[in-house]
Nanobody, 112 residues
Framework: QVQFVESGGGLVQPGGSLRLSCAAS???????MGWYRQAPGKPRELVAD?????LSYYVESVKGRFAISRDKNTVYLQMNSLKPEDTAVYYC?????????WGQGTQVTVSS
């Protein structure tokens, strides 16, 4: 089973940027991959996903600010114009309904 290791989170001021990375332990070349996030007291939600061919989906709240990309067995999430409501632990995994075990995630905190 492929495992995922997320990195790149941190503390950033509102309006700032971060780039998250997700390294897979095996091949993900045949999978649609997604970035998810879970804020305190809220369920985990899909933020964005990207197909094998590079087609992407974004939840409405991040459209125009976030960009998902992939390169071999790594998936990235470029986050710009960050807002306090983006504060959460961010995870990567396969598309909804196909998810495997979750990694530890990477904490993103947006605060002044």
């Amino acid at each position: 089973q492929v495992q995922f290791v997320e990195s790149g989170g941190g503390l950033v001021q509102p309006g700032g940027s971060l780039r998250l990375s997700c390294a897979a332990s095996g091949s993900i070349l045949s999978y649609t991959m997604g970035w998810y996030r879970q804020a305190p007291g809220k369920p985990r939600e899909l933020v964005a996903d990207i197909t094998l061919g590079g087609l992407s989906y974004y939840v409405e709240s991040v459209k125009g600010r976030f960009a998902i990309s992939r390169d071999k067995n790594t998936v990235y999430l470029q986050m710009n114009s960050l807002k306090p409501e983006d504060t959460a632990v961010y995870y990567c995994n396969r598309a909804p309904g196909e998810t495997s075990s979750w990694g530890q995630g990477t904490q993103v905190t947006v605060s002044s």
